[in-house]
T-cell receptor, first 113, second 113 residues
Framework: NAGVMQNPRHLVRRRGQEARLRCSPM?????VYWYRQLPEEGLKFMVY????????ESGMPKERFSAEFPKEGPSILRIQQVVRGDSAAYFC???????????FGPGTRLLVL | DQQVKQNSPSLSVQEGRISILNCDYT??????FLWYKKYPAEGPTFLIS?????DKNEDGRFTVFLNKSAKHLSLHIVPSQPGDSAVYFC????????????FGTGTRLKVLA
């Protein structure tokens, strides 16, 4: 029973490029949460999605960031025109229902040069 | 505004002794609390949780205590083992709406052999 998968595990981008982070939830899970961890900080909520719907994006910056969770395929967190301040670890979590425990993937470490 | 605080960034404990990790919160609307353990370069792993209607929950070597009047929870690990060395995050949740987690900044536990 595979856990939450994220790829790539490491991503290096130059300022102004686009970053695409992918998350495949655990089998049977249709709820996906994205969190960001800046150096020396805790994880901060970004966005919550169910299949084909964004439920809560209150933690996501208004510009350059977007997320989707299509009917087929992984959830994607997209960052356009990356800046150095976007360098962080991005974690995806999934649950079978919003009341259930969230299980985290290994994260994608984004480095913006 | 840090709603969940872990005021001890690090803690060292001798193998076999008790580890006590603390967490304080400010939002009285939180009604569910969780502890996650995180190793370097991995995602957080769920450890134990507690509902606000309880004051204690136990699972093997791990016990979580909740003091609602003080808005304080703690994680006890007895006996501590070298494999417990990791960063521990507490998280709080409001069991309505999006059920997102609000994380503390983490405490790095080192168990000395």
């Amino acid at each position: 029973n595979a856990g939450v998968m994220q790829n790539p595990r490491h991503l290096v981008r130059r300022r102004g490029q686009e970053a695409r982070l992918r998350c495949s939830p655990m089998k049977g899970h249709s709820h996906v949460y994205w969190y960001r961890q800046l150096p020396e900080e805790g994880l901060k909520f970004m966005v919550y999605l169910q299949k084909e719907n964004i439920i809560d994006e209150s933690g996501m910056p208004k510009e350059r960031f977007s997320a989707e969770f299509p009917k087929e395929g992984p959830s994607i967190l997209r960052i356009q025109q990356v800046v150095r301040g976007d360098s962080a670890a991005y974690f995806c979590a999934s649950s079978s229902d919003r009341q259930e425990t969230q299980y985290f993937g290994p994260g994608t470490r984004l480095l913006v040069l | 505004d840090q709603q969940v605080k872990q005021n001890s960034p690090s803690l060292s404990v001798q193998e076999g002794r008790i580890s006590i990790l603390n967490c304080d919160y400010t939002n009285s609307m939180f009604d569910y609390f969780l502890w996650y353990k995180k190793y370097p370069a991995e995602g957080p792993t769920f450890l134990i949780s507690i509902s606000s209607i309880k004051d204690k929950n136990e699972d093997g070597r791990f016990t979580v205590f909740l003091n609602k009047s003080a808005k304080h929870l703690s994680l006890h690990i007895v006996p501590s083992q070298p494999g417990d060395s990791a960063v521990y995050f507490c998280a709080a949740q409001i069991r309505s709406g999006t059920y997102k987690y609000i994380f503390g900044t983490g405490t790095r536990l080192k168990v000395l052999a």
